[in-house]
């Protein structure tokens, strides 16, 4: 059985991950998922993405999240931190990715549970996302408890250029 590990990276760490996590957006993209870029979209292509992000880490704006299965990074999450003065209490989880060789093994519920744990630690208790509507992730976080707001028609492109929605959602970790 390969054994999976969920860690929460530091800066050095996050620094070691570049190329992996580079990697996994890649092959996302190139999977067809709408995550933030166009295709063609090379693992080259993604490290200034992934260069801000360890900034991001190392400035604490940023939790950085990682599943690794015998080592190999194949899945990663981030919460993002640095909200506006009057929502310390809220959190943005963005950018849950999995490798497409490792889909379907509960990566994502791992990533989606550390999330929230490390969200509870900082005393986050509302935390929102948004994601491709019609994608398999909608389905998956309604499965894991989010609470769907709406969809934006035309938010976002997909990899190939052509539109999609967005839909919105929240989650509460506790009594609102
Ligand atoms: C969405 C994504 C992260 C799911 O990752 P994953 O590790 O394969 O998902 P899991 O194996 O943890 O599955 C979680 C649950 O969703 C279900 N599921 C998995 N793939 C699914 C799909 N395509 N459609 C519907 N349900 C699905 C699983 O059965 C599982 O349910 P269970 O816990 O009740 O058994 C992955 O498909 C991915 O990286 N997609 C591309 C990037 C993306 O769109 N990310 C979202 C950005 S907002």
Not at 32 to 36: D, K
Not at 81 to 88: H, V
């Given at each position: 059985m390969p054994q999976t590990t969920i860690r929460t990276l530091t800066p050095s760490e996050t620094a070691a991950a570049l190329p992996a996590l580079a990697e996994i957006l890649s092959d996302c993209v190139e999977g067809?998922?709408?995550?933030?870029f166009m295709s063609p979209y090379a693992a080259e292509d993604a490290m200034p993405y992934w260069k801000g992000v360890a900034r991001a880490v190392s400035g604490g704006e940023t939790v950085l999240i990682v599943a690794e299965t015998d080592s190999e990074i194949l899945g990663t999450v981030q919460l993002g931190?640095?909200?506006?003065?009057?929502?310390?209490h809220r959190a943005d989880l963005k950018k849950l990715l999995v490798h497409r060789k490792a889909r379907g093994l509960g990566l994502s519920r791992l990533l989606m549970d550390a999330a929230e744990d490390e969200a509870a630690k900082r005393g986050r208790h509302v935390l929102v996302l948004d994601t491709a509507t019609g994608s398999p992730a909608e389905a998956i976080y309604e499965k894991f408890g989010w609470q769907r707001v709406g969809v934006i028609p035309q938010y976002a492109l997909m990899p190939d250029g052509s539109y999609c929605g967005s839909t919105f959602f929240y989650k509460a970790l506790g009594a609102l």
């Open positions: 067809g998922a709408s995550v933030g931190i640095a909200t506006m003065p009057n929502q310390p």
